[in-house]
């Protein structure tokens, strides 16, 4: 089984780092284009999903996936590829990036107490 994780987008840094790699700048790294970019991604994984009759199944904190993918192999007759998306959300630093006078995102700021 795969577990994605997408390690640059762990820290403020290496998300911003991620963006410039991106778009070749910090232009529009704003929260409007990056929760923009994040509904794009979901509405296309669930239209893939469902075009290939790939179920999507959202997670509780501390079930176990990893049984879950096996109970799914050990039910259903699969071919060789993705044959399950399984969605959680796992705890992160949250914060609050401070937006400068120019509009842009400055410094990072954590938010405290964590939610």
Not at 5 to 12: K, L, R, V
Not at 25 to 42: K, N, Q
Not at 58 to 75: N, V
Not at 108 to 114: Q, Y
Request: with cysteine; aromatic share 12%.
């Amino acid at each position: 089984m795969w577990n994605a994780y997408f390690a640059m987008g762990q820290t403020p840094g290496g998300f911003r780092a991620w963006w410039r790699q991106r778009y070749d700048s910090e232009e529009d790294l704003d929260e409007t284009h990056v929760m923009r970019m994040a509904g794009r991604f979901s509405r296309r994984l669930r239209g893939w999903a469902k075009a290939h009759h790939i179920p999507v199944i959202y997670c509780s904190p501390g079930e176990d996936k990893h049984k879950m993918g096996e109970e799914c192999l050990a039910t259903h007759e699969v071919k060789p590829g993705l044959f399950l998306v399984l969605v959680s959300q796992a705890p992160a630093l949250v914060g609050e990036a401070q937006p400068t006078g120019t509009g842009k995102l400055g410094q990072w700021v954590p938010k405290d107490p964590w939610p």
